[in-house]
Structure formats: structure tokens, C-alpha cells
């Protein structure tokens, strides 16, 4: 615990000079730097006259200080029924200053509240934000309370925190003063920080007693002290202190050099080194010191741009090697790389065929055959192992009548593939003023879940924003994250568009965009649809990739025409069905239900005639 200084003596001494203003001052006492705050009673019991001998008590105390920011620091408070700072320790540092500041002090006039004054200077006072000095500087933190008067309030147990808090209170009551008050508040021994003054004509009188003890000797100079560093003096003795970078030995009188490293609190990354009373980090061989000064970074021989490496310069804490891609091996010169046959060196178990890519294979079938999701088998295309995402049109123009029948489409060509997640996967996207996903690829895995999922979709019935539709699709219903199979597993993208009017923005973008991506785009007219926009739409042969249908109700030929298109280079037959021979214009023409060009060589077959299509803009001859 920090010794208490006797302030008695300073009091007395400057008391003292009450009675001798007009001699020359004194000597400043020499006693070391203090922190002393003044708690002065400014209740309505100080009368005018008596409240001015406190501001003279208080600037001869002043006066007679070494004060400065490295010496003795000062600051004064004064209460009543409240508490007011008139300066804090790190206000002035001259004592015209603080003559200043306490000549312009006005009392307070109201009540005694001394235990609030003590909580306001154990609080706030002598904190290092006012300017206190840090406990472990060990400078002497003094309160001096002057006060005539009983508190109106409890002292005992705040005062008793303030000097645990390592405060030393002296307590100086004037006239009315209560004795046991005061004995409460100041710190041990009592005798030495207890006064009690029986008028304030007398106060001038206190402290004569304690001048040469408190400006006496200088211990450190009159005595072998002993110190490695440092000495300083007290009015009674003198302690050691070390210089900084050293701590204070057992003996109190020898240094040692402090390692700043031993505590384990450096944060270095690597390495620490300790210095005159600090540390520095270091990092190991291979690495550089960040700006944080504690973390490590690898140094990046790469990044100098001299490595050579053909394909990959990988860093290492001395130097840097070269490695090659997946599929290549590093040549003896350990810079080059060359493509490994991964055909003839892995089991890559293609079912007919492995074909060698830069670094990497991949598996072929026969004509007429597709490979399946795994990458490695082969099956026939009817199977019809795709990813089909259909757009169907809700459009107000639609009618709900005949969405109804748009869904029973769906469904239709839903019977004529097999779903499964390692077949095919089918999502639903409606569109009309706005797009809405109704279930995406990875959704259901049947294909009973899908067609219950398709009729309990409900019809938006709004305007028929087409390219906005499009552009869902390309960038959200053919995304991974949405079901479909990654582009190196060569799952065929086919994207089903249903219409029946004019779309209300552009298409061309978006329709560009779709087949730029490798959907496969069929685009299915109805009613009033338009043919420029449906052959922007399909992809190439526009002619196998786009139908129409005068209306709704007729519309159920076309997926038979979906079913042998969506497999390209499949085998079909030319089934009779639906396909007529009748005079027309012009005579002699055979037209079928379904789209003419995939059907225009079966004609001759059945009927020996050219070929037109229902479509009255298309004709074929």
C-alpha cells in the first residue's frame, strides 16, 4: 500500500505565511510531486468574510508548492448540496492561474453534503482522465476537506472507500465543525490528519509547527541511499525507483532489466525479442512482419515474376517449386509439363469410348445413343436423360379455361419422359407481367409428383412479358443451384417456351443469350402468336424447333412433334397419323396437323403430293 504523507506540516506552514504576506516568500518546499485536490465547504453556514480567509488558506497552500506537470498537480472542488469542479489536476500549472480561477469562485450558498464531495473526489477527481498520476507511479494522492459544519449526509463508509482506494484525507474543521465527522473522513493516524480550528481568524495561526519537517532535509543527499537509479526523497525517508526498461529488485534498492517476452502477452507470431524495457517481433526466415508488427506472412516467391514454371508456382518459406495442372506431368526440368494419356492411365470407365482432353477425358457413345448423367454409360435417346424447363405463358389472353388445357400440355409431354434425378428433371416457370418459378429442376423426382404439381398451379392472368421470362430462365432455371446437371456431365438443356399472342418486351437478347448458353430452345405457338417471334425463339433448324397451333383445343398434336425432336439425330418413322391428303391451295397438296418441314418427306409417302404446313404463313414445296 502507498505510504501516506504527512500534509500537516504544508498546512501549518502555510498558514503560517498568513501572518507574514508582506515578507519575502519562502523557499518552495521540496518534499516531491503530489497530487492534491481541495474540498472546500461552501454551505450557507460560511459566512462571506469567512468564505475569502478560504480562498487565501488555499492559494498560500499554492504558493508555497512546486507546481507543475512534472512536479506537484492541484485541483479544487467545492460543495454544498451538490458537487463543482472549479479545476482539475490537469487544468493549470502555474499559480497564477490558479489564483485566477479561485478568486472567481461563487459559493454555493445551500446545504452540507460532505460524503457526496468524497464520492465526486474518489470517482472523478483523482482518476488519470483529470489528470491524476497512475498508482503505480506511487505519487501521493491527497484530499484536504475544510469544512465548518455537521455533513448531511453519511461519511464513514465513502470515505473509508476513498481511502482504500489509496487516498489520504485530511480533514480541517473551523468553528462548528463536527469532531467525530471529521474523525470519520481523515486517514490514520488521526492525530496527524485531524484539525480542528476554533474560529477562521485562527486558521492563520495553523501549521507553524510542521515547517521545518515538511521543508527539511533532502534525504536522499544527507544519507547513503544506496539506489542503482534513482532516489527520492520523502519528508521522513526516501525510496528507490529503476529507470525505465528496469524493475525495482527485491532488496528495494537494485534494477534489472525487464523482459518484456517472459509474460507471454507480446503477440508475436514467431519470435520475440525483448529491449530495454519493451520487445520486438521478429519473423522466421522465409517471412515478413505484417503491419500489425506481431503476425507473420509468408514471403510470396511466386509473385517476383522469375519462377518459369509453365503451368503453376506454388511458395514455400525458402523458394518456390513449379506443379502442373490435373492431367499433366512435370518434365525433369522441373519447370514443363506434358499432357498424361488419362485414358490409358486411369480406369476412366467410358462403356464405349474414352477420348483424351488437355489434362482431363471424356466419354463418347455411339451415334444414335446419349451418354447418361453419370458421364460414363450410354443409353438410347428415347430414354430422354435431359434437363426440360418449360415456360408456359399465363397471360390474361390466355383465359382460364384454356390454361387449364395448357397444363394438361405439360403433363402430356411429362408422360413422355423418364424423370427420375439421374434421367430426366423437369421445372415449370409461369410468366405473364412478372416470372415465377413453380417448382425447379431438383424439385420432384417422379413423374406423378411432377403432374400433381402442375395442376395445382395457379394462373396469373396479367400482361405477357416474354423476354422477361427468358431471362429467368437462362439465369436462375438453369443454374446448378436450381437442379441443373453441370455442363461436363453433357445432360442436353432443353428450354420449352409456350405463347399464345405477342410479347409486350423485346426477345431478341434474351433468346440469343439462351442458345448461346446451350439450351436447345423449342418455342410452341397458340392463337394469335407470332411466327417472328417463335423463329427467335427455337433454336437451329428454326423449322424442327418451333410449332403452332391454331388453337387451344387442337394444340395436343404437337407433342408427339416435341417428343421426336428432343432427341436431335434420332431415328423417326412417318406415322399416318394426322397426316391428310386434301385439295388445297394450291391443289394437290398434302398438309399435316403437325409441323410440315419434319414431315414434308413423308408426304409422297401417303399421299404423292408436296407438302404445306397448316400454318398459312409457312409453305413448303
Sequence with gaps: ???????????????????????????????????????IDSSRSVRPFEFETMRRFMMDIIGSLDVG???????????????????SLKTFFTQADMEKAINSIVPLAQ????????????????????????????????????????????????????????????????????????????????????????????????????????????????????????????????????????RLNVDGKTCSPINACEDGRHGCQHQCVSTRGSYLCHCRAGYYLNQDKRSCSMIDYCSFGNHSCQHECVSIPNGHYCRCRSGFTLQPDSKSCRATDLCNGVDHGCEFKCVSTEGSYRCMCPEGQQLQADGKACSKCGTGHVDLVMVIDGSKSVRPQNFELVKQFVNRIVDLLEVSPHGTRVGLVQYSSRVRTEFPLNKYHSADEIKKAVMEVEYMEKGTMTGLALKHMVEHSFSELEGARPLSHNVPRIGLVFTDGRSQDDISEWARRAKESGIVMFAVGVGKAVEEELRAIASEPVEQHFSYSADFTTMTHLVENFKLNICPGSAWSCPPVHITCAMVNPPNHCYTDRHCPRYKKCCPTFCGRKCISRLPSLSYV
Design 1 to 39: 500500500m502507498m505510504k501516506l504523507l504527512p500534509i500537516a506540516p504544508i498546512l501549518l506552514l502555510l498558514l503560517t505565511t498568513l501572518e507574514a504576506r508582506p515578507k519575502p516568500a519562502a523557499l518552495k518546499c521540496r518534499t516531491g510531486p503530489l497530487d492534491i485536490v481541495f474540498v
Design 69 to 87: 506537470p512534472n512536479a506537484t498537480r492541484v485541483g479544487v472542488i467545492q460543495y454544498s448540496s451538490q458537487v463543482q469542479n472549479i479545476f
Design 111 to 246: 446545504g452540507t453534503m460532505t460524503g457526496l464531495a468524497i464520492q465526486y473526489v474518489m470517482n472523478v477527481a483523482f482518476t488519470t482522465q483529470e489528470g491524476a498520476r497512475p498508482l503505480h507511479k506511487k505519487i501521493p494522492r491527497i484530499a484536504i476537506i475544510v469544512t465548518d459544519g455537521r455533513p448531511q449526509d453519511r461519511v464513514t463508509e465513502v470515505a473509508t472507500q476513498a481511502r482504500n482506494a489509496g487516498i489520504e484525507i485530511y480533514a480541517v474543521g473551523i468553528q462548528r465543525a463536527d469532531m467525530n465527522s471529521l474523525r470519520a473522513m481523515a486517514s490514520p493516524p488521526l492525530e496527524e490528519h485531524v484539525f480542528l480550528v476554533e474560529s477562521f481568524e485562527l486558521i492563520q495561526q495553523f501549521g507553524k509547527q510542521f515547517q521545518d519537517k515538511l521543508c527539511g532535509v533532502n534525504t536522499c543527499m544527507e544519507q547513503e541511499h544506496g539506489c542503482q537509479h534513482s532516489c527520492i526523497s520523502t519528508p521522513s525517508s526516501f525510496y528507490c525507483e529503476c529507470n525505465p526498461g528496469y
